[in-house]
């Protein structure tokens, strides 16, 4: 895997912990493991490197006001938010396309790639979930825009939750011929069917 995206999905995964462990069941307590998951399983490359460098320059995350709360977290959606634009899963006038959502995150695949179907079943939850949260994210933009100052950036929870939400089903549903069977990753398996990725990576 391209270390630079690599790094990109687990700061997403990590940013992205700081609001999902608060609605994870208690019962997800830190997973205190030597493994790193990644390499339980490889996931394949979904979205195109240089899209996300760019937006990454664009939008760094500093892990450390994420972890402060205050300015942090809106970055994290920035960046999200400039790959769904980049891609063309965001319109312009910054509607989801789905046909688009779908196409962007498959179409690095192999027509006969195990991913394929594990990959459109995971945009296909995700893309549910996103839709139950609507309010939620139109909310959290509503209070961006009040509490930030003139000029700061405004964007949608939603691309953060969707790139997140994405990576993690497909992860969490990897082929079981593509899994590497070890202790460690059987107790990470077995802990994400009820807990979320985010809370394994603390
Ligand atoms: C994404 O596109 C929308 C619509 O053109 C724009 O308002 C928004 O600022 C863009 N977001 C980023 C992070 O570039």
Redesign the pocket.
Known sequence: MNPIYFKVLQMVVCSTLVVSVAGAPNTCGKLDLKTDPFTCCTIPKLLDVAIVGS?FD??PIDKEAADKGAGGMPKTE??S??I???TGI?N???ELDEKKLNSVFTDSLPQNSPWLSVVRSAIKVCGAKANKKDKEFEKAVADQKKTGGKGS???NPEASFLVDCIHTTVFSECPANLRTTSTDCDAIWKFLKNCPFSALRQ
Do not use: I
Request: glycine share 6%; hydrophobic share 20%.
């Open positions: 937006c664009k939008y920035c960046m938010e400039c769904l634009n980049s965001y312009r006038r910054g950036p405004v964007c």
